[in-house]
């Protein structure tokens, strides 16, 4: 698990008190000490008698619950051998127990549950997921069950077949271009046997070597209560807390104590240096350390001197080598820390033509100036300030990645404190610029793991990779243990006798979605504005959204949109890249530029007592962007290296081949990621660019998109000042041409030839009679029946039964206009065929003789309807549905009404939704595969097989 190192709650807006000053470059930022003080997450803790210990944050914004439960077990703890059990367990305990048998997104979907996961990295596994206050029981019910009664279900079948899976899932990371890094990275920087030698995927030989009995006694030893931390965060008190943790979990026996590991942080003996080659689109420079984990007060420094040096979009090596020398087209420096070690990882992606050796040269020029130097004071406050704002947005959920729940988890789990964060805010609060200076020369003056990929065949795949070798690690123990008595600040909770496991309990009286008010108004020049309050948390979203979007990209200029809004992103008129980076990062702004097939957007996520300054700065960048011709020559290389990238990339490939031959002349024929065709990037000028942004981007295409903790009143107002003064265009407003007509497919496989890839990636669509704009709640639920689902049949069937694949899946895609329907599924190079086949089954009986089932419609139904609460827990989630509502010409309530809607749904009408609309009669189906391996098998499917070579 890379944690990353943020600073910070309800800071900036808390102790801020900003008036609106004329100009973004007047604001102000309130000392990081003040930010600290502000910062809070109560919670309550209590133990069992079993040594489960419990935490317990009550948060009322919604009914509902973040259940997260961590496992003090990950990849580090696997013995020769034994690579990848950590994971593999991952996978088996989702697959039943002894009184849950089957699957367990089947309860979890039906009931609703959001940010629904489950992670294995070096240091942990955890599971967790957002349910409804109601279904509380049912959850700790099935997390207490896999943790106590587990491998009555773990059969042979089972095994195998998730073995199969997560083999899959290996050669779907190692598939992607750059997909062998990790391996080089950890082989190299930590010896042989060390516990973060190996990969936490793990070797294909010791995934196939691992038996019944092996994963079974694997299980006992680290799954007990005892070596866990659950934590619930939400609608929860910690009294009705104790009473369900003590009824599921209080017959749980313990089980062994798991044996601390011993992890030294390795020096390299000399400078080490290789080259590898890869299917890429442009050389990788990387230089990488091993450096301490979070048991050494050394990695806060670290991390900020990282986000100094090439994280920060102001950074050193963005300043130096991609916006002065153009040596590079990105870059980034990272501290990927974990709990005993860490790696501290510098890259640099060489720009085409130039001299690798001399971009290399330039990058280390640049390590070794700023380890002498260290950060200047503004650049450490700008660091903090930085993260202090992508806390309190990552805060504003209970559970998930980085919510609440599992932010006491990780605290309590690596550092024995849940509220480890007040203790990393202090430090950084009091950090000096010489600390930083000092941890890096301490930690990266040492010799370097020096990496480079180039452009070219692999000469070696991951089949052989990641396995534990030989050696046996050397070295002190780390002086790194949680406090086992920490967490007891209140009286234990009792065992109680054994709850009644026969069936799952009931799920209670579900509340209903609360969708927020929409509010409207109207500036000064005509712009309508729709906010919805959110006070959770001090933060305010606007989105300036203007009716462009890819499809108004001129079809002999595709990828016109993309290079202005990188170019947009570069400069304003006051201020150049680097100024405008910086002013972004004092502020604690994020502005994002981005673009749908139908619109383009401009939004700042902005701290809401720096709402005014943020606006002024978002405005600046809308509407008075440099264009600057230096600039436009970088982004140019950028956005034809990307292109290039795609090219690269199996799933990216085949986006770009199948999405154009679908759509033909109409404007939604582009390659999705909106990048373009490099020979027009290469062909635009700054005049074309200005002309594009004159003629799309003004007041009458513009709506605005308000969501957060601020006033419709107080906003508008600050709007007034940033867009109402935007004077009208004289010029005709402009209309996109939806009338051309999509070209009759006809069924056949385009394959596209990548040799040596471990698996084909199956890309296959056609465009329906549908617009986004239309009812497509019932086509919806049918393609979540279908395969949209982790639990639709086509994932069910060529994931959970025959293992062929990490996750197949289908939907339909939801732009204004015509919309297309769509299955992705990466699988086994020798499945490919059969593969195909399966899945043209699914759909060709689900759209004759096996329509939806009732149990399908119950599941997909009440899920869908449940989840509501939970989806709209985050601020985020509200501004796109406010804006999906406006765009889409939907009634306010819509959201609201779902839920009844989705309890008045019938098999019925879920199969005449589909049925009207779908069948594999002129689906287009694009592979990217090995082609001496795979033809074969697609010329026993009775479909004409058209052949290209992958594009340079």
Do not use: C
């Amino acid at each position: 698990m890379q944690r990353k190192i943020t600073t910070s709650l309800f800071a900036i807006a808390a102790a801020t008190a900003l008036t609106a000053p004329a100009a973004a470059q007047d604001a102000k930022a309130a000392p990081l000490a003040d930010l600290v003080s502000k910062v809070q997450i109560p919670y309550e803790s209590f133990k069992l008698d079993n040594g489960l210990t419990v935490l317990v944050h009550t948060d009322r914004k919604a009914p509902v619950v973040a259940v997260s439960i961590w496992y003090g077990v990950g990849s580090k703890n696997e013995p020769k051998g034994k690579t990848g059990f950590a994971h593999l367990f991952e996978h088996l305990m989702f697959n039943g127990t002894e009184n849950v048998p089957g699957d367990f997104f089947a309860p979890l979907q039906q009931v609703g549950a959001t940010d629904l996961n489950g992670t294995t990295w070096f240091d942990r596994t955890n599971y967790f997921q957002t349910v409804p206050t109601a279904a509380l029981d049912m959850v700790l019910m099935m997390e207490s069950d896999r943790m106590g009664h587990l491998l009555g279900a773990v059969t042979q079948k089972v095994l195998d077949n998730q073995r199969a899976v997560v083999q899959n899932e290996k050669r779907q990371g190692d598939n992607n271009p750059y997909g062998m890094v990790e391996y080089e990275q950890l082989e190299n920087l930590y010896p042989s046997g060390h516990p973060y030698h190996h990969s936490t995927i793990g070797s294909m030989a010791d995934l196939d070597s691992a038996s019944l009995d092996d994963v079974k006694g694997w299980f006992r030893d680290n799954y007990g209560p005892n070596n866990s931390i659950l934590v619930l965060a939400g609608d929860i008190d910690a009294a009705s807390a104790k009473a369900k943790v003590a009824k599921w979990f209080g017959d749980i026996k313990p089980g062994p104590a798991v044996k601390p590991v011993s992890a030294p942080v390795p020096t390299l003996p000399a400078p080490l240096a290789k080259t590898i080659k890869d299917q890429v689109a442009t050389t990788r420079i990387y230089r990488m350390w091993a450096v301490p984990g979070l048991d050494n007060p050394d990695y806060l420094p670290l991390d900020l001197g990282a986000s100094v040096l090439g994280g920060l979009a102001s950074s050193r090596l963005d300043d130096a080598l991609v916006r002065q020398q153009k040596l590079a087209v990105s870059v980034s420096a990272e501290a990927e820390i974990f709990a005993q070690a860490s790696q501290f990882v510098v890259k640099a992606d060489v720009t085409p033509g130039q001299d690798p050796a001399k971009v290399a040269a330039a990058l280390d020029a640049e390590i070794a100036k700023f380890i002498k130097e260290g950060p200047s004071a503004d650049e450490l406050q700008r660091a903090a300030t930085t993260a202090t704002a992508n806390e309190i947005r990552g805060l504003e959920r209970t559970g998930g990645f980085n919510g609440k729940a599992p932010t006491l988890a990780e605290g309590l789990l690596y550092n024995g404190d849940p509220a480890h964060y007040r203790t990393e805010l202090e430090r950084i609060a009091a950090m000096k610029p010489a600390d930083v200076q000092a941890a890096m020369a301490k930690w990266l003056k040492r010799p370097a793991f020096s990496l480079t990929v180039e452009p070219g065949e692999r000469i070696e795949g991951g089949e052989g990779r990641g396995g534990f070798y030989t050696d046996s690690a050397t070295g002190m123990r780390p002086a790194f243990y949680a406090d086992p008595a920490l967490p007891m600040k209140g009286a234990p909770a009792s065992t109680v006798g054994a709850a009644d496991r026969s069936k799952l309990p009931a799920v209670g009286e579900l509340a209903p979605l609360d969708f927020p008010a929409i509010q409207r108004a109207t500036l000064k020049n005509g712009i309508p504005v729709y906010f919805a309050k959110r006070s959770e948390v001090p933060t305010v979203s606007v989105r300036v959204s203007f009716d462009a979007g890819y499809a108004a990209d001129p079809k002999s200029a595709l990828g016109t949109q993309s290079l202005l809004l990188s170019l947009m992103n570069e400069g304003t008129e006051k201020l150049d890249s680097s100024a405008l980076a910086r002013e972004r990062e004092r502020l604690g702004a994020q502005i994002s530029l981005s673009a749908t097939s139908d619109l383009t957007s401009f939004q700042v996520d902005a701290l809401s007592l720096n709402l005014a300054p943020s606006l002024g700065l978002l405005a600046d960048v809308v509407r008075r962007p440099a264009l600057s011709p230096t600039e436009l020559e970088r982004v140019r290389t950028q956005q034809l290296t990307a292109i290039s990238a795609e090219m690269k990339n199996p799933q990216a490939l085949a986006a770009r081949v199948l999405v154009p031959t679908l759509y033909g002349s109409h404007p939604y024929a582009f390659p999705s990621s909106g990048l373009g065709d490099p020979a027009a990037v290469k062909a635009m000028s700054r005049d074309d660019l200005k002309a594009f942004h004159a003629r799309w981007f003004r007041p009458d295409t513009a709506k605005i998109f308000v969501v957060g903790d601020t006033s419709l009143d107080a906003v508008v107002k600050m709007l007034d000042d940033s867009f109402g003064n935007w004077p009208s265009n004289r010029m005709a407003r402009p209309v996109k041409d939806f009338s051309a007509a999509v070209p009759v497919q006809k069924a056949r496989v385009i394959l596209v030839n990548r040799p040596g890839s471990p698996q084909s990636f199956i890309m296959a669509g056609k465009v329906i009679d549908a617009k986004g704009t239309d009812d497509n709640l019932a086509l919806g639920t049918a393609n979540d029946i279908l395969g949209g689902n982790f639990l639709g049949r086509i994932n069910m069937n060529l994931r959970e039964a025959k293992g062929w694949t990490y996750g197949a899946y289908n939907g339909v895609t939801e732009p204004l206009d015509k919309v297309r329907f769509q299955v992705i599924a990466p699988v086994q190079t020798d499945k490919t065929g059969d593969a195909i086949a399966e899945i043209k089954r699914e759909i060709d009986e689900f759209d004759t003789t096996k329509g939806v089932t009732p149990e399908e419609l119950d599941w997909s139904t009440k899920g869908s309807a449940r989840e509501l609460p939970g989806a709209f827990e985050s601020g985020a989630a509200v501004l796109e549905g406010v804006a999906k509502i406006v765009n889409y010409q939907r009634p306010d309530d819509f959201y609201e009404t779902l839920s009844a809607r989705y309890g008045k749904m019938t098999a019925a009408e879920a199969d005449k939704a589909f049925r009207s609309k779908i069948n594999t009669d002129g689906m287009v189906w694009v592979v990217i595969g090995d082609a001496a391996k795979v033809k074969p098998q697609l010329e026993k499917l009775g479909l004409p097989v058209e052949e290209m070579a992958a594009p340079e």
